[in-house]
């Protein structure tokens, strides 16, 4: 915001704005009025014709609005200047767009005062004068119109047409900004950040860019991109191919479910090696439900859980995944394009019960998926498909972990042998290859975490996750410390959920309730940044 913030026309979609113009436009009649003709006649002609545009039929909805347009109704003159300006229908022509914007102008119509404002600021269709065009962003701004307020803000930010006057321009980008105005709420964002007509407060700037990205907000230039990417975790700059990362550039809410016969099924269970790496004697000793098992007798029994879905099981599947895709599309998100996803189903029992889990790609769900509710069984399966995505895009694996302040390292933790003794694997993290800043004993120390029980198997029956907790580990170190024991752990994970074992499974679980909750809002969430962030990386990611 050093320049100008670029001043748009308010090219509102015909569809959108006729209905709020027939219905606020002045009432008085017009000099031009024809004959017994009223202006209710020619309301229901910009009506028939808004209905035509709707259609795409600009040429049949031209004659109706000139006819409106004549009869003094100024949302038709208004129409016609977007007609004009946008060459819709018609040849483009800026000074008949003027003619007609002032034509509704004059009327009241603060739609067209704003328009006719920025033709000109920009000397487009009109010879170019700042001070005519503050008078007409003025006019409508007076009638609260949204643009209006936005545009008039940069009047007064860049002192054409007006004396520069740095704090109405912030209240004028404020008063855009409650009226959800994308412009307006990134304009405030931006004062925070440049210390214009308030004080510099960076965490204020990041919350407002967070509002401008929620409402549809695509920066112009690199400065504003910079600035998005310093204060906001996660955010992709989209705006094309060529600047925005490949990953990024080829995403899609389109997925593919394909259901594993058990035989291939089988073979997925046999070939998850990145989990069998992880599987020392104590996970034996559980999941076997013995001691002195091996992992190959671990192998051959799971492998025998593996069954055969039943039709109404996979038709629940390909009912929730096209709900996250309608969900996705609704509330104009993108996930990266894993392709087809495969989907194995087996008793549980190699996984203490697990409802769900993902290895090597492939989701492996259970009988308790399917006595899940709708919405239990819908964040289940949204937490494994971010598994499946962490898994294949290592980008979008990075920007979910910033959330919760974890940075992905290109290498696994040489994690001590005492300690790798007592870790429970878990088929959804195959590395343990990410690390935070906790602070222990008042030490800023960098971390990862484990998950490890107390409870020791002695007889059949005996289950792990009665005694599991989380251990935070610091990078060097054999000491392992409870999340009690590390004075921020709560600020640094967020407080969205208990399951916590790993930062895989930390987000997985906020992505599976925040794409659940996009209909209500995030404000039941504790730390409502972390799916804000979710929300802001999906939106800039898409294409």
Request: glycine share 8%.
């Amino acid at each position: 915001m050093q320049k100008l913030i670029a001043l748009v026309l308010s090219l509102c979609m015909l569809m959108s704005v006729l209905p709020a113009m027939a219905e606020n436009a002045p009432a008085a009649e017009n000099e031009n009025a024809a004959g017994k003709e009223t202006p209710d006649e020619a309301a229901v002609l910009a009506e028939q014709a808004k209905a035509l545009y709707e259609a795409g039929d600009y040429e049949a909805a031209l004659p109706l609005f000139l006819k409106a347009a004549e009869m003094g109704n100024p949302s038709a003159q208004y129409a016609l200047g977007l007609f004009y300006d946008l060459g819709l229908g018609v040849q483009k022509d800026a000074e008949k767009a003027v003619e007609y914007y002032r034509l509704a102008a004059d009327q009241g119509l603060a739609l067209a005062q704003c328009n006719l404002g920025v033709c000109y600021y920009n000397g487009n269709g009109v010879e170019q004068d700042y001070e005519m065009a503050v008078k007409y962003t003025r006019l409508a701004a007076d009638q609260g119109d949204v643009q209006a307020l936005y545009n008039l803000g940069n009047d007064y930010f860049s002192g054409r047409g007006v004396e520069k006057d740095y704090s109405e321009a912030y209240r004028l980008f404020c008063l855009a900004a409650e009226k959800g105005n994308a412009d307006g709420l990134f304009a405030v964002g931006e004062c925070y950040y440049l210390e214009i007509g308030v004080e510099k407060d960076l965490e204020a700037a990041a919350e407002w860019y967070r509002k401008a990205l929620d409402a549809g907000f695509v920066p112009r230039d690199d400065e504003e991109a910079a600035h998005l990417k310093e204060l906001i975790p996660g955010w992709v700059d989209n705006r094309s191919a060529e600047s925005a990362p490949a990953e990024a550039s080829a995403r899609t809410t389109k997925i593919e479910a394909h259901f594993a016969s058990v035989e291939e099924g089988q073979q997925l269970m046999r070939n998850r090696t990145l989990y069998h790496e992880q599987i020392n004697a104590k996970n034996l000793e559980f999941m076997l439900q013995k001691k002195g098992g091996t992992l190959e007798e671990f192998i051959d029994y799971a492998a025998e859980q593996v069954q055969p879905f039943e039709p109404e099981e996979e038709k629940r599947i390909s009912d929730i995944l096209a709900w996250m895709q309608a969900q996705m599309e609704k509330h104009g998100l993108a996930l990266p394009d894993p392709g087809t996803i495969t989907f194995v189903k087996s008793s549980g029992k190699e996984a203490a019960g697990a409802a769900g889990y993902t290895s090597e790609g492939a989701v492996f769900l259970t009988p308790e998926f399917n006595s899940l509710t709708e919405d239990q069984a819908r964040e289940i399966f949204v937490h494994e498909i971010f598994h499946c995505l962490s898994r294949l895009f290592p980008e979008f694996r990075q920007a979910m972990y910033s959330l919760i302040h974890f940075k992905v390292l290109d290498h696994d933790i040489d994690i001590p042998q005492e300690i790798r003794d007592e870790i429970m694997a878990n088929p959804d993290v195959e590395h343990h290859n990410s690390t935070a800043v906790f602070t222990i004993n008042g030490e800023k120390k960098e971390c990862y975490l484990v998950f490890l029980t107390d409870t020791v198997f002695e007889k059949p029956g005996d289950i792990f996750i009665n005694g599991a907790y989380v251990g935070i580990v610091p990078i060097g170190e054999s000491v392992i410390y409870r999340a009690d024991e590390v004075e921020d752990f709560w600020d640094v994970i967020g407080r969205n959920t208990n399951y916590n074992e790993d930062p895989e499974e930390i987000m997985a679980t906020n992505f599976g309730m925040t794409i659940l909750r996009l209909d209500d809002g995030m404000e039941s969430f504790k730390t409502p940044e972390i799916p804000e962030g979710i929300i802001t990386y999906l939106k800039n990611g898409g294409k």
